[in-house]
């Protein structure tokens, strides 16, 4: 990905998720933190937010856009509200999770249609398949995450599909790849 972020922009936007989510679960209205002009070109992202302990296990909540037509800042702070209370893996966030909570950001690059499954590198691509009516993305770091191969992370993005785990090697399975900016608290 040929850009990168500043570190008071990447505090900046973390900060945003946080406000984001904070002034739902207090029912105020935002007080969103000062973000520089670099946040406001138009950019595709995801907010993941993990849980320290809990019974959710590690993920929380996790829900992106591939392609925004408003700033990265805009996106994160959609984003962020959509990851804590409408990800359908997990009830909403409640109040008193909250400071449990992690929040990472990867702001994404446009996607590219590519021709072959090998042309996909482990660790730089995120993968998006389409199949038919059926679709599933992987960003860049989870098959670093769990620790997958090529092929095993297209057989899991396969079944998260809801297709058989080979479905990726028919001629009709189409991929786009991208490449993700990963922003985590703390950085």
């Known amino acids: 990905m040929n850009f990168s972020l500043s570190a008071s922009d990447r505090a900046a936007l973390i900060a945003t998720a946080r406000e984001a989510v904070s002034s739902r679960l207090e029912k105020r209205p935002p007080r969103w933190p000062t973000t520089g002009p670099e946040l406001d070109a138009s950019c595709g992202a995801f907010v993941t937010l993990r849980s320290r302990s809990g019974p959710f296990s590690d993920l929380r909540g996790c829900i992106g856009r591939m392609i925004a037509s408003e700033s ?64 599933a993305v992987f960003l860049p770091q989870v098959a670093i995450e769990q620790g997958w191969n090529r092929d095993t992370m297209l057989e899991h993005l396969c079944a998260k599909a809801g297709l058989p785990r080979d479905a990726w090697r028919e001629p009709d399975a189409l991929f786009q790849v991208f490449e993700g900016l990963v922003i985590e608290e703390g950085d």
Not at 94 to 104: I, M, P, R, T
């Open 72 to 135: 990265l800042v805009e996106t994160v702070r959609a984003m962020a509200v959509a990851a804590a209370f409408e990800d359908p893996r997990f009830p909403p966030v409640e109040k008193g999770e909250y400071s449990d909570l992690v929040f990472e950001i990867t702001a994404l690059s446009p996607m590219r249609r590519i021709e072959d499954a090998d042309e996909i590198e482990v660790g730089r691509h995120g993968v998006y398949m389409t199949k038919g009516w059926h679709s």
